[in-house]
């Protein structure tokens, strides 16, 4: 099901270190990409964060042609907007994540 996944930008630093915990605790442990999905839905800000690129909305599970990714973000400068998908990578023990 796809939705918007709103309030990116205000986030207190108690959310952000829980965020940086299960970040880490993640990482340490066996995974599923839904776990990684599960985080970053509940914490859009990571992307917003670390992301080189900035957006205005962000988006999950969005059927395209191509298949369905991850996180789509669009970005809407006030002339044009742009968009762009973000595809969970899953290694062995890490979780990486790409923007195209």
């Known amino acids: ?6 309030n990116i930008e205000k986030v207190s630093f108690k959310r952000r270190q829980e965020a940086l915990n299960n970040f880490r605790d993640l990482l340490n442990s066996d995974t599923k990409e839904s776990d990684w999905q599960r985080l970053f ?5 990571i992307f917003s964060e670390t992301l080189s690129v900035k957006f205005d909305g962000l988006f999950n599970q969005v059927p395209l042609a191509s298949g369905i990714p991850d996180y789509v973000f669009v970005r809407n400068n006030g002339f044009e907007s742009s968009s762009g998908i973000v595809r969970l990578i899953l290694t062995l023990k890490n979780c990486y994540f790409s923007e195209f």
């Open 41 to 45: 839905d509940d914490n859009p800000f």
């Open 1 to 6: 099901m796809v939705s918007k996944i709103n």
